[in-house]
């Protein structure tokens, strides 16, 4: 497509529950990063896939968050036995060079936990 | 550390007037500062990249100025619009090598008609 698309947009879950949240990146972008961002708050990273190669999970908050991206396009943010805590947007974004070059963001997908 | 402060926080100005937000960064060494728009519910928006050794660069009533030697940006906006309403977030890039970005937490923007 022609941005990054995100799904579900919208997201409410009880708690202890596992979602799925779904980026599909710009064709062509190696680059795939990972956000969330809290009412108020800035962007927080949460993982980065750059082609091939290993991921950079650092920024995950805790062993209930993973991430897969598959062949190298589009990426699952998958979080486990979800809390109130996990309640934010969750932000996709791509680029052509990690790093330097231009993010380009999809619309998020908003978490709620109940 | 690799930090960016943004001010203010929260701005409001009456529809037609001018704002200038400010972006101060300790990310070095220093590639380039980007000025993202998020509207509400949306996803940021690219409105200026700034290298090096430009100082200023406009996107129509946006003029973004650079000064490197203080590390300091601004982004400056123009017979503002209801539409200009939204947070407007400051992105730092160190030079190559290092994949992460480095964001300020925004200044939010309310236009008033």
């Known amino acids: 497509g022609a941005g990054v698309s995100q799904s579900p947009s919208n997201k409410v879950t009880e708690k202890g529950k596992d979602v799925e949240l779904r980026c599909d990146p710009i064709?062509?972008?190696?680059?795939l990063y990972w956000y969330r961002q809290s009412l108020g708050q800035g962007l927080e990273f949460l993982i980065y896939?750059?082609?091939?190669?290993?991921?950079?999970k650092s920024g995950l908050p805790s062993d209930r968050f993973s991430a897969e991206r598959t062949g190298g396009s589009v990426s699952t943010l998958t979080i486990q036995r979800t809390q109130q805590e996990d309640s934010a947007v969750y932000l996709c974004?791509?680029?052509?060079?990690?790093?330097?070059?231009?993010?380009?963001f999809g619309e998020g997908s908003r978490l709620t936990v109940l | 550390k690799n930090q960016v402060e943004q001010s203010p926080q929260s701005l409001i100005i009456l529809e037609g007037k001018n704002c200038t937000l400010q972006?101060?960064?300790?990310?070095?060494?220093?590639?380039?500062l980007r000025w993202y728009k998020q509207d509400t519910g949306r996803g940021p928006v690219s409105l200026t990249i700034m290298t090096f050794s430009e100082n200023t660069k406009s996107n129509g009533r946006y003029t973004a100025t650079l000064d490197a030697d203080t590390k300091q940006s601004s982004l400056h906006i123009t017979a503002s619009q209801l539409s200009d309403s939204a947070s407007y977030i400051c992105v730092v890039s160190a030079r190559k090598g290092t994949y992460k970005y480095i964001f300020g937490t925004g200044t939010r923007l309310k236009v008033l008609a």
């Open positions: 974004a791509s680029s052509i060079l990690g790093g330097t070059g231009e993010l380009f």
């Open positions: 972006c101060n960064y300790t990310v070095s060494p220093f590639s380039n």
């Open positions: 896939f750059q082609g091939n190669s290993a991921p950079d």
């Open positions: 064709s062509g972008h190696t680059a």
